[in-house]
């Protein structure tokens, strides 16, 4: 399965800033017909929403609140495109943290909130010819790094989640993508090692997954060597990974 970006109706979760807003520009660059931007506060989305008022739509969407997911799924009634883009990073560890309340909170964004849109969406997406998730994970869904631990869960999750709601929708024709970058130059990742990715290599490389029917995709070329690394050495990677520990 594939799917042109050219005439889409998309809905980006987290729009309005890092990867989410690159998404929204790269989907327009493109010529998707419509874009609804999901986020907390719509106040934050108005400069981008000037950009392009006849194509881009506001939407007060968190996506761990069950009322305003039912609310935009009864708004955006023509989506063609979801992309769960909306993430959190509470940078603890899984032990040392001091209670478990990030770690919820990471588990309810970006495990619960994939999958509550995308069960939301699925028939929405059930009623076009062409139809995607694109569910925006992390490298960290393959690997644990301690330093991040409850959100390298969370991530792992997601995947699982990915996966499992793919093999379900198959039937209606909608493909499901996952993308799995590793550190990305975003106000979440700032605090990690350089290099890190640009927000648009990851954006145009997952659209172009979208476009070529790829399921799982590894954008930029630090994340293929990470990805080749793990193929090749699983557990050598991960014993690696399980070196940076909190302190």
């Known amino acids: 399965m594939s799917q042109k970006i050219e005439n889409a109706v998309a809905l980006v979760t987290g729009a309005n800033r890092g990867i989410g807003r690159e998404f929204v520009s790269e989907l327009l660059r493109r010529g998707a ?36 997911i039912e609310k935009a799924a009864k708004t955006a009634t023509d989506v063609t495109l979801l992309i769960n883009n909306a993430g959190f990073a509470g940078g603890q560890g899984a032990i040392s943290a001091p209670d478990i309340s990030i770690a919820r909170q990471e588990m309810e964004v970006n495990y619960f909130g994939v999958l509550a849109l995308s069960k939301a969406f699925a028939p929405i997406l059930a009623k076009a010819e062409r139809s995607s998730i694109v569910n925006v ?82 954008p930029g070329e630090l994340t293929r060597n990470a990805a080749s690394a793990f193929a090749a050495d699983p557990k050598g990677v991960q014993a690696h990974m399980s070196t940076r520990l909190p302190a």
């Open 137 to 218: 994970l992390s490298f960290l869904s393959l690997v644990t790094l301690p330093l991040a631990g409850t959100y390298s869960a969370s991530k792992a999750a997601g995947l699982a989640a990915s996966r499992s709601i793919r093999a379900e929708l198959k039937g209606q024709g909608t493909q499901v993508v996952a993308t799995m970058p590793v550190q990305v130059d975003t106000d979440m990742g700032r605090s990690l090692p350089e290099p890190r990715l640009q927000p648009l290599d990851v954006v145009s490389e997952t659209l172009d997954a979208v476009e070529a029917g790829i399921e799982e995709v590894f």
């Open 33 to 68: 017909k419509k874009v609804y931007l999901g986020a907390r506060d719509p106040a934050a989305l108005a400069d981008l929403v000037s950009l392009d008022p006849a194509r881009l739509v506001a939407l007060k969407l968190d996506v761990t609140n069950p009322a305003d």
